[in-house]
């Protein structure tokens, strides 16, 4: 780096200052058409990064579901564990249990999907601080209402029943997860 | 286009929110008449048991059992009936959501060859006890 300075200097005792003008913009105008293209890449690289720096400060969470394959009315129990492997602060943990409608259509030549999500039910714990080594553990239990759908899926149209995790930590990407949980077209006893 | 006054009644229903309406697996029973207003020559008239999509999405259906009722000449104002007598699937249930409905119907369909087919439906809840 210091290098240059003095390097730059000894070429432009042996150049005009016409020279030096011209030397000058020939090596820095490539380098200022691909600045928008280092900034997009580094930008790129950050983004890619974010979830490794944050994997290192927080375990992947373990998430078991006592049975994923369900009758309407029927409950189940979510079994959430996740170690902290530094001092977190985590802003909420957050569980919603939704029904999603996906419809899928064609509009010119493009092929369009629309999703709407009814939350069910959901859980959230708020704001507090994990130390080093904690580990955090939670056990919820959810139902299908009675009146509610089953399972659905065609070529364009479905109906999936999905338990959302969404853990927020300070100053770190979000940590966000679907499960699935089937519901066959059958009423609990 | 052919004219035809079609009635679609459904028996051993039971009403909710004033639609007819069948637990998954019962059986669907009822009667179809067909008055043509004028000759009609028809390949089939068809009475259909199935479910099709509404809403945002792209229609999804399915037939589930089907009769062929009459098949050849329709004479005018000569009254044809049947009766039917179909297994309603265990699934889907009916449904109505924000961008997706299933709706279950008999529906009753005179194929006309090389013209507009004349069709008329009768929705029906198709959903378990709760």
């Known amino acids: 780096m210091f290098g240059l300075v003095p390097m730059i200097g000894g070429i432009g005792l042996f150049l005009s200052s016409e020279d030096l003008l011209g030397t000058v913009l020939a090596l820095c105008m490539p380098s200022l058409f691909s600045i928008p293209f280092i900034v997009v890449g580094i930008v790129l690289i950050a983004i890619g990064v974010r979830p490794i720096i944050a994997g290192m400060r927080v375990s992947q969470p373990e998430v078991s579901i006592s049975n994923d394959t369900l009758r309407v009315g029927e409950e189940f129990t979510v079994i959430y564990q996740q170690t902290f492997k530094s001092a977190t602060d985590v802003k909420r943990i957050a569980y919603n249990f939704v029904l999603r409608e996906t419809a899928r259509y064609r509009r010119g030549t493009d092929t369009v999907t629309v999703t709407h999500e009814n939350n069910v039910d959901g859980y959230e714990h708020g704001a507090r601080r994990f130390e080093s080594g904690e580990m955090f553990n939670d056990r919820r239990t959810f139902r299908i209402p009675r009146e509610a759908m089953h399972t659905f899926e065609v070529s364009n149209n479905k109906l999936n029943w999905l338990l959302k995790v969404h853990v927020e930590l300070e100053g770190w990407p979000d940590f966000q997860q679907e499960y699935e949980i089937k519901v066959t077209p059958e009423m609990a006893r | ?130």
Request: charged letters at 20%; hydrophobic letters at 40%.
């Open chain 2, 1 to 130: 286009m052919a004219n035809a006054n079609i009635q679609i009644t459904l028996h051993n229903a039971d009403m909710l929110e004033g639609m007819p309406s069948y637990e998954p697996g019962s059986v669907v029973q009822g009667t179809v008449h067909v008055t043509p207003q004028e000759d009609i020559k028809c390949n089939h008239v068809w009475v259909r048991l199935g479910w099709h999509t509404e809403g945002r999405g792209t229609r999804d259906e399915k037939v589930s059992e089907q009769i062929d009722m009459a098949q050849g000449l329709l004479s005018a104002n000569t009254p044809l009936s049947r009766s039917f007598s179909f297994n309603a699937p265990r699934e889907p249930w009916s449904y109505a959501g924000h961008y997706i409905n299933i709706v279950w119907e008999v529906k009753v369909t005179i194929d006309i060859p090389l013209a507009t087919d004349v069709n008329q439906s009768l929705p029906f809840v198709l959903a378990p006890r709760r």
